[in-house]
């Protein structure tokens, strides 16, 4: 991986660890969802840790913290999953950036609804789209809203 040879050179450097270890928790999981094989949990294991090693410091940067949720949302063998820590990686990733990047409050809402905290998952999914443009006549809405959407749709069907 490219990666890998980066870090080979520039040792500890956050970035690169950071997509390194996204990386390997992404392949591990697909190959966890293709094959079931071992080869792929040791590998998104390996790259989970080293996104919760990373992520846990106090100065953690966005992209360390964005790579954490999002690796921590989907990751393969369950076990890898952390929902609570899932939860604060995303809280910290939108208070870095004020509350004004949607796709991180898309994260934080499905943070919250994997921790079983809906209500929270369906404000913070609807402040993520008041922040988004209106949806244009005859366009196929952005990934983004469609997700955050489908959020509070599920928080509405259950009130």
């Known amino acids: 991986m490219v990666f890998e040879k980066l870090l080979a050179v520039h040792h500890r450097n956050q970035m690169w660890e950071s997509y390194l270890a996204y990386e390997k928790?992404?392949?591990?999981?697909?190959d966890q969802e293709l094959n079931g094989s071992d080869k792929g949990a040791a590998i998104a294991t390996s790259g989970i840790a080293t996104l919760r090693q990373d992520a846990s410091v106090n100065d953690a940067s966005i992209e360390v913290l964005y790579h954490a949720t999002s690796a921590m949302l989907t990751a393969l063998p369950l076990r890898l999953r952390d929902s609570r820590l899932t939860v604060e990686y995303?809280?910290?990733?939108?208070?870095?950036?004020?509350?004004?990047?949607?796709?991180?409050?898309?994260?934080?809402?499905?943070?919250?609804?994997?921790?079983?905290?809906?209500?929270?998952?369906?404000?913070?999914?609807?402040?993520?789209?008041?922040?988004?443009?209106?949806?244009?006549?005859g366009t196929p809405a952005v990934r983004c809203r469609t997700l955050l959407e489908q959020i509070t749709s599920a928080g509405h069907s259950k009130s």
């Not at 928790?25 to 697909?30: D, M, R």
């Open 25 to 30: 928790a992404l392949i591990g999981t697909l």
């Open 90 to 137: 995303a809280a910290q990733l939108v208070a870095l950036s004020h509350r004004k990047v949607p796709t991180y409050l898309l994260l934080l809402a499905q943070a919250y609804r994997a921790d079983g905290q809906m209500e929270k998952a369906n404000a913070t999914a609807h402040e993520g789209l008041n922040l988004l443009p209106p949806r244009q006549a």
